[in-house]
């Protein structure tokens, strides 16, 4: 007999949603994972798309704590971004649902007005890192498309800045003259070395540097290997140029474990920054989870 | 009667193709667009794409002056790069060809190999440009998607530097997360020269600043013409910080009249730096006829 959840943690994005049916103890009874994100659904959508991917053996009454772009103005309903300096914010926004089972939080995200800058379903993972390691001072980075460097102090998210960069490897490398030049997965650590050099020395020779990419395998048949490892390095040095205040002399933490995470360490080092990766992989649900333990009282 | 043309000036680039069947007195009879480009046509394709547009009523021999991609590996035939420094190569690839009225002349690009940069059709714009002021001792901005820096003197190309600044504003402004913030075609001209002043004084900032300019708009409700001549300034002013030896203190042209060109000029202008506006709507054909009369008695 399947047991029955007592809560459900939802990770609620633009384009995936994961769901996590939670027993007794803060442990996972199973994971359901669906492409109906934020782009594909309008507010009225979410509340059957939630039971659909449920079914139907809910409780009576059934918490269901959710981060991430769900949250947004084009979401199932607005929550409020929380200002900086601020802790990482547990306290939902309630929804109500035509279900009277469903008791729904939509944790908030988070906004700086100077300079203007937001996170939504980031400050989750913040949480769930935090939840881990309560007393870290110091700066997380969150790889991904828009990347995140984030300085913590004194349990608070004091400031933090958006790159990005993952977003620009992507289109430049899939999308602009660069793709004719960049095919496959390969990667030359050398060439990525040398290319964040370049830009966090002289990070005015990102816009020069891109077409000499092109030119170069034109010209001298440079492999795609070190052409794409180059496209990369350009890029995070030019954000490793413009995060140094983030990075310099702090304690870095990496959320993630993946090739670039790897990289943005591997260029850190090379500027006798030492960060350490921390596995990410249930930094999301950790978070829901001190949510949930912060709102269970009131539900 | 319709006047048989006596050459054929073409500019065939990636995805279009100009042709201007020419009369006497180097006065183009009529000009043929087409979207039959180099990316929708193999090799064995050109010659009768060519003669379908031309129609049948040509000369026992027809001059044909060729410019642009179809001299590209992946196009007609190859006219290899001539290297800089060179004057503007007039000295055609000769093509055979099925038909034996048909006389080919495919016009090489340019490559420099430190740093390595090409360029394919640009070198025709140059040279009728030069035909008009064989003078000219100073720097040629060529305003495109991918914008060339052209530094020129004795008559000679002495080097240049390919910049994908429209590349890049296609991308993020029509593809990546900005283009929530900036559809429409609006300017603010006051928020163009602030974002140009921004990256050419302080270049690292360019990555840290594009997300904002999403930031902005979520949080303070910036409008669209704000942001899309913010995002144009910023890239501008990133190009200019890495072209700055191509215009300080030099005499400075920029072909074109369009609101590219206008932009170019004024952010120019604020660094004191006084740059002319040179028409160039025919210049490309300027560039062929002067290509025409250098190879006419060798045809």
């Not at 300096?85 to 939080?105: I, K, S, Y």
């Not at 390691?133 to 300085?151: A, I, M, Q, S, Y």
């Not at 990102?206 to 180059?230: E, I, K, P, Q, Y």
Request: charged share 20%.
């Amino acid at each position: 007999m399947t047991e029955t959840p007592k809560w459900i943690a939802a990770d609620w994005g633009t384009s995936h949603l994961r769901l996590w049916p939670m027993g007794n103890d803060d442990r996972p009874l199973r994971r359901i994972d669906s492409d109906l994100g934020m782009s594909r659904l309008s507010s009225e959508d979410y509340e059957p798309a939630l039971l659909n991917l449920l079914g139907d053996d809910l409780p009576e009454a059934l918490p269901v704590i959710i981060c991430g772009m769900a949250g947004s103005r084009q979401g199932w309903a607005e929550a409020p971004y929380v200002e900086t300096p601020c802790a990482v914010p547990f306290e939902g926004t309630q929804v109500t649902t035509r279900d009277p089972r469903l008791r729904l939080h939509i944790l908030p995200g988070i906004k700086q007005m100077r300079p203007p800058d937001v996170m939504r379903g980031e400050e989750t993972q913040i949480g769930g890192f935090l939840a881990k390691e309560p007393g870290f001072d110091g700066v997380l980075c969150l790889p991904g498309t828009h990347n995140k460097w984030v300085h913590i102090s004194a349990h608070e998210i004091v400031s933090f800045r958006t790159f990005m960069t993952g977003e620009l490897f992507a289109l430049l490398g899939g999308q602009s003259v660069l793709r004719h030049s960049l095919g496959g997965e390969g990667w030359d650590s050398a060439a990525f070395a040398d290319a964040v050099s370049n830009t966090l020395s002289r990070p005015a020779t990102l816009t020069s540097s891109l077409f000499t990419l092109r030119a170069d395998s034109l010209l001298n048949g440079t492999g795609a290997d070190v052409t794409r490892a180059r496209l990369s390095g350009l890029l995070i040095g030019a954000e490793l140029a413009a995060a140094r205040p983030y990075w310099l002399g702090q304690d870095i933490v990496i959320l993630g474990e993946d090739a670039v995470a790897a990289a943005y360490r591997d260029a850190l080092a090379a500027q006798g920054a030492a960060a350490r990766l921390v596995p990410a992989g249930d930094i999301t649900l950790a978070g829901l989870t001190a949510a949930y333990h912060h709102l269970k009282d009131k539900i």
